[in-house]
């Protein structure tokens, strides 16, 4: 089993170049063959005239005898043995020769073909000479000789006549198969076998000469037609990790590439998706663990200090340390679960596990954990008596106070204080920000924005505000901020129930 080439350009060529070839090599062929039958109808054609008009010059004597016309006359074809070879030969209804050609051997006679009625019978034949020929032969029955009613003779032949021969003509049935004859002729045909030869010849060697200028002109025409297939594989192989964003070109391309391409670009655009979504998600989940890692490298720290320097108790009681331990693994695994389900693709439904929030004191744990490392900045304003009870995640309440409590200490000017007060149902975040407008409120929320780059940390990436703005998504709350006076108020409300507000 022939095998398909591996390569389209290969494929095409051999397709093309087999499938013209194959198309030249048949018109080539009808060629042929219809040159040679018009030729042989042409030699049928004048074999058959000649042998009717020789037929014309056959007439029955009165004494039943057979006289031939053209066996008198002088030609010269059929005289000798000439290089055409054309002979003839004229025999009663039982085939005993009558006549024939000076050109034929006496022991030499030609092919008899048993035939009936008026058709004329062709084959092909070996002249006595080797040649090849081509034989025709005509069974017909001759009229008998009379003359001319004008000549003074006739009535004197006609007187002179025996009764045996009135007798016979007389009786004369032209149709009685014992009153017919049979003339065959036969020519040379070598000139035609060679014309034929020639044209074989001629039309071979056009053919081949034509599949090479065929093969060369298709492997052109092919390198050509696939030279934009050429272009989008080099397009494609110069394609990086970094480089999603670029898209194929669908103009100046053949139609039958353009869904291909189309269909290119939608997987590179899902796939460049799939991986910034990947990329956000790994910096979101580096951002949030930040701060409960810290939270646990402290705890763990000080836990640590206490028992090497009999710290009291409070400070080293296990229980206590496991449980600060447990509540924060709860808020990474929370944070994560709700992260993933945020950034999936599979369509990962977030589940919330609502409680009753104590809000100032996720405030105060929050302020808490920051004031490590915040050389005293962060200032808790005691809550009012009504700030409301409400229902929510606590591990999602807290990591909206971390992040603004973060946004606000990293964003503002070193040593300034940041200041935290509990409102009803929600609690409101004052840092400075001079450099702050009215037109900028708008980009607060935006991945990565910051207002001037060279005076902020570069371990801060500008994605707290985004994450506070899914996370209130979540918790039906929302986000306003103010500027005034060179300080930024960020006040964020939670939905209290009228039923469970305190």
């Avoid at 020789?54 to 043995?81: C, P, Q």
């Avoid at 910096?283 to 402290?298: F, G, K, N, Q, S």
């Amino acid at each position: 089993m022939i095998s398909r080439p591996s390569s389209i350009r290969s494929h095409l060529v051999v397709a093309l170049t087999s499938a013209l070839i194959a198309l030249s090599g048949l018109s080539a062929f009808s060629v042929f063959v219809l040159m040679r039958h018009a030729l042989s109808a042409q030699v049928d054609d004048a074999l058959l005239r000649t042998a009717r008009d020789f037929a014309a010059e056959t007439k029955r004597t009165v004494d039943g005898g057979i006289k031939s016309g053209f066996h008198n006359l002088k030609l010269e074809e059929y005289e000798g043995h000439h290089e055409d070879g054309a002979c003839y030969e004229l025999r009663d209804h039982n085939g005993n020769s009558v006549v024939r050609s000076q050109s034929l051997k006496t022991s030499v006679s030609l092919p008899f073909l048993a035939m009936s009625g008026d058709d004329a019978k062709f084959t092909p034949i070996t002249l006595p000479n080797g040649r090849p020929g081509r034989l025709v032969q005509l069974s017909f029955s001759p009229l008998i000789e009379v003359e001319d009613p004008g000549d003074l003779g006739e009535a004197a032949e006609i007187a002179a006549r025996t009764r045996a021969q009135h007798d016979y003509v007389a009786k004369y049935q032209q149709d009685t198969p014992s009153n017919r004859v049979h003339l065959s002729i036969a020519e040379d045909v070598g000139e035609l076998r060679e014309t034929l030869f020639l044209l074989a010849a001629t039309l071979s060697i056009s053919s081949l000469t034509l599949a090479v200028a065929t093969y060369l002109l298709v492997r052109r025409v092919v390198r050509t037609a696939c030279h934009p297939i050429t272009e989008l594989a080099a397009q494609t192989a110069g394609l990086q990790a970094d480089q999603l964003h670029s898209r194929l070109p669908v103009e100046r391309v053949p139609d039958e590439l353009k869904p291909l391409i189309v269909t290119f670009n939608q997987f590179i655009e899902r796939l460049d998706i799939a991986l910034r979504r990947e990329k956000r998600f790994s910096i979101d989940i580096a951002h949030e663990l930040r701060t409960p890692v810290a939270e646990m490298r402290t705890l763990m720290e000080v836990a640590c200090s206490a028992s090497e320097e009999n710290e009291p108790a409070s400070f080293s009681d296990p229980h206590r340390i496991y449980q600060t331990g447990a509540a924060i693994s709860q808020r990474l695994s929370k944070l994560i679960e709700v992260l993933t389900a945020i950034h999936g693709t599979e369509g990962h439904r977030i589940e919330l596990h609502p409680e009753q929030i104590d809000l100032p004191a996720i405030v105060i744990a929050s302020a808490k954990a920051h004031s490590v490392n915040s050389s005293d900045r962060l200032l808790v304003a005691d809550p009012p008596g009504e700030t409301g009870r409400f229902a929510a995640d606590p591990a999602i309440v807290r990591a909206v106070v971390d992040n603004l409590i973060t946004n606000a200490l990293a964003h503002s000017p070193a040593g300034s204080p940041v200041e935290i007060r509990a409102e009803h149902c929600g609690f409101v975040i004052s840092n400075y920000a001079p450099d702050l407008t009215d037109s900028d409120l708008v980009h607060l929320g935006e991945p990565f924005w910051q207002k001037d780059a060279s005076r902020t940390a570069s371990d801060h990436f500008g994605l707290g505000l985004t994450l506070v703005s899914l996370y209130l998504g979540l918790l039906d709350g929302r986000i306003v901020h103010k500027v005034e006076q060179g300080r930024l108020d960020t006040r964020v409300t939670f939905f209290c129930a009228p039923d469970v507000a305190a």
